[in-house]
């Protein structure tokens, strides 16, 4: 069945090092996300990608960088330059040519730094 | 930015109850949706009511929009233990390909038998 996996669902890094976390759609979803979750500040939009090889920096883009080379897949990396990269971060897509903007999100991956 | 801004915080309720959250935003907006997040999981899409409609049903879920206040509010009837999650409210301002949602800070419901 459909969906949206996110891997993995916890994962630990150290100061300096950067991480990649995985997200993949079986959807046929043009149009994927990454969002930031901190308590109590609801979803924070850090990019965005309409079609494949092409993507946007949402509202909090800086110490993050994602690439797009196949429909299915959006990975972030969380680099070293994101200052407080502790986070429950999800993925989303949404349908092409829907009219509504109905996000699908995947389960999350909670970082934490050491 | 956030867009959306949600009253109560948090809400405790006993079992058969309803259960009211109220939404406010900023800007104009194409539609408002409401999504339903389980403590450390991913969100789950709920209802969506359009810029034109002021008023949606969907099961026990009842949601109206007012547009010239800028506020939303999500009623859910004869609450039950497995609806305590958070709830929140995220605004559409275009869409298209792409459509970029901004989230509400959320209502961390709690229903308690």
């Known amino acids: 069945d459909g969906g949206i996996t996110q891997s993995p669902k916890y994962l630990f890094r150290k100061e300096g090092q950067n991480v990649t976390l995985s997200c993949e759609q079986n959807l046929n979803h043009d149009a994927m996300y990454w969002y930031r979750q901190d308590p109590g500040q609801g979803l924070r939009l850090i990019y965005y990608?309409?079609?494949?090889?092409?993507?946007q920096k949402g509202d909090i883009a800086e110490g993050y960088s994602v690439s797009r080379e196949k429909k299915e897949s959006f990975p972030l990396t969380v680099t070293s330059a994101q200052k407080n990269p502790t986070a429950f971060y999800l993925c989303?897509?949404?349908?092409?040519?829907?009219?509504?903007?109905?996000?699908?999100f995947g389960e999350g991956s909670r970082l934490t730094v050491l | 930015s956030q867009q959306g801004e949600e009253d109560p915080q948090a809400l405790s309720i006993q079992e058969g109850e309803n259960a009211t959250m109220n939404c406010s935003y900023k800007t104009s907006i194409n539609n408002l949706q409401w999504y339903r997040q389980n403590s450390g999981r991913g969100l789950v899409h709920l209802i969506l009511?359009?810029?034109?409609?002021r008023e949606k049903h969907s099961g026990r879920l009842r949601v109206t929009l007012d547009t010239s206040k800028k506020s939303s509010s999500l009623l859910i009837t004869a609450s039950r233990a497995a609806d305590t999650a958070s709830y929140f409210c995220?605004?559409?301002?275009?869409?298209?390909?792409?459509?970029?949602?901004?989230f509400g800070t959320g209502t961390r419901l709690q229903v308690t038998l």
């Open positions: 995220a605004t559409v301002t275009n869409t298209g390909t792409a459509s970029k949602l901004t």
């Open positions: 990608s309409q079609i494949v090889n092409d993507f």
């Open positions: 009511i359009r810029s034109n409609e």
């Open positions: 989303a897509s949404s349908p092409t040519g829907g009219d509504t903007g109905e996000l699908f």
